[in-house]
T-cell receptor, first 114, second 108 residues
Framework: SAVISQKPSRDICQRGTSLTIQCQVDSQVTMMFWYRQQPGQSLTLIATANQGSEATYESGFVIDKFPISRPNLTFSTLTVSNLSPEDSSIYLC???????????FGQGTRLTVV | RKEVEQDPGPFNVPEGATVAFNCTYSNSASQSFFWYRQDCRKEPKLLMSVYSSGNEDGRFTAQLNRASQYISLLIRDSKLSDSATYLC?????????FGAGTRLFVKA
């Protein structure tokens, strides 16, 4: 399985600011995804990060609020913009390796907005 | 209807018990199936893939019934360390869809 490094592991941010989360993989992967997991809930897919092009967002998520970059096959960032307390959640990077079907996850970023 | 539905839980069982989790999925074109385990405040980790022929890994047995669109996970001889949330996961196209998870508490 790929080794995934997600940073930061946690942060406390003021309302109205933004947080950028980084996801670095030690090998080239086919797919990279960003999920949100709110307290006591399961994972909700935010978007698929596409290499060299705009991300594909799920219903209810928009680029202005969650801009995503993926400049190459091993790195992606998710920004959560204009933060509000409702954005307090865990954000997870997920990857699927080349030729594989199973997903592996970064350690997650625990965001608290105050 | 949710794309992946699981037993609501929580399951509270004594050590040594056998416990079974069930999961159904709505899209008959789904291609791959998995069980993940998530410990509190940790990321989900792959427990095992699920095949129509069934597969076993130690105390864990997973089964897929494509006709019924049903997935199961059986844990035998439960250990305290099995306490976690178990997520039923289904791939459809390039999407990975997670069930809401079933919480398991194994008590001494």
């Amino acid at each position: 399985s790929a080794v995934i490094s997600q940073k930061p592991s946690r942060d406390i941010c003021q309302r109205g600011t933004s947080l950028t989360i980084q996801c670095q993989v030690d090998s080239q992967v086919t797919m990279m995804f960003w999920y949100r997991q709110q307290p006591g809930q399961s994972l909700t897919l935010i978007a698929t990060a596409n290499q060299g092009s705009e991300a594909t967002y799920e219903s209810g998520f928009v680029i202005d609020k969650f801009p995503i970059s993926r400049p190459n096959l091993t790195f992606s960032t998710l920004t959560v913009s204009n933060l509000s307390p409702e954005d307090s959640s865990i954000y997870l990077c997920s990857v699927v390796g080349q030729g594989a079907t199973e997903a592996f996850f970064g350690q997650g970023t625990r965001l608290t907005v105050v | 209807r949710k794309e992946v539905e699981q037993d609501p839980g929580p399951f509270n069982v004594p050590e040594g018990a056998t416990v079974a989790f069930n999961c159904t999925y709505s899209n008959s074109a789904s291609q791959s199936f998995f069980w993940y385990r998530q410990d509190c405040r940790k990321e989900p980790k792959l427990l095992m893939s699920v095949y129509s022929s069934g597969n076993e890994d130690g105390r864990f047995t997973a089964q897929l019934n494509r006709a019924s669109q049903y997935i199961s996970l059986l844990i035998r001889d439960s250990k305290l360390s099995d306490s976690a949330t178990y997520l039923c996961v289904v791939n459809h196209g390039f999407k990975t869809i997670f069930g809401a998870g079933t919480r398991l508490f194994v008590k001494a």
